[in-house]
């Protein structure tokens, strides 16, 4: 009987968790914008698979034992031919190419050693890709924001995709309450405009006969 009191005063850590089954992506293309994503994953895969099974727009190329180069994510990258010449490369010391980043056991942006194809990520981890010559400068996060911030939702079963601005607005997000309030006010007053202009026109016509 004594059992379920004492197990009440167990330290927090030390209660089940249950683990996490997704990993997430964070974009950065350069341009302001950053694209949050959440990918369903039970298994451990390279961070080219884990890219490409998030479902945003990828083109690589690859370079035999080396693995494969990203060429281009979403709209931001170079074509094959260049890419296969120097990985988008322009030759000058600040000339951006798709960097890949894990985030590491003190929560903080590491550039990976083994590249994307030689990574392994795990259900749980978070990878980052950055336009960039050197710094990441990604967001910081946390893997249980993730879900949120891609807009997953209920439907934890798919991978979901998120583009925020500069300004940390959703873009191409549905319309915010205040939009819809205003537009369902707008509506209400125009049609009291036109049922009150229907009762005068009737008085008048009444009042004629």
């Known amino acids: 009987m004594l059992l379920p009191v004492i197990g009440s005063f167990l330290p927090i850590d030390l209660v089940a968790q249950e683990p996490v089954s997704y990993a997430g992506i964070v974009i950065r293309p350069g341009d302001g914008t950053i694209t949050y994503v959440y990918v369903p994953l039970d298994e451990p895969v390279s961070g080219i698979e884990l890219l490409r099974r998030s479902g945003v727009s990828l083109v690589t190329i690859g370079f035999g034992a080396f693995g494969e180069g990203v060429c281009q994510i979403q709209e931001t990258g170079c074509d094959v031919g260049t890419c296969r010449k120097n990985v988008c490369q322009t030759g000058g010391r600040e000339s951006p190419y798709w960097r890949y980043f894990q985030v590491n056991e003190t929560g903080a942006w590491a550039a990976s050693p083994l590249g994307a194809s030689g990574s392994r990520v795990e259900p749980g981890d978070i990878d980052g890709w950055s336009w960039s010559p050197d710094e990441p400068l990604l967001p910081e996060i946390e893997i ?10 209920d439907e934890l079963d798919t991978a979901h995709v998120a583009r ?4 940390g607005s959703l873009i191409g997000g549905a319309p915010s309450e205040g939009v819809e309030l205003t537009s369902y006010l707008a509506v209400t007053v125009v049609l009291s405009g036109v049922a009150v202009l229907a009762l005068v026109l009737r008085f008048r016509r009444q009042a004629s006969i």
């Open 144 to 153: 249980s924001e993730i879900p949120m911030l891609a807009r997953a939702g």
């Open 164 to 167: 925020y601005d500069a300004n």
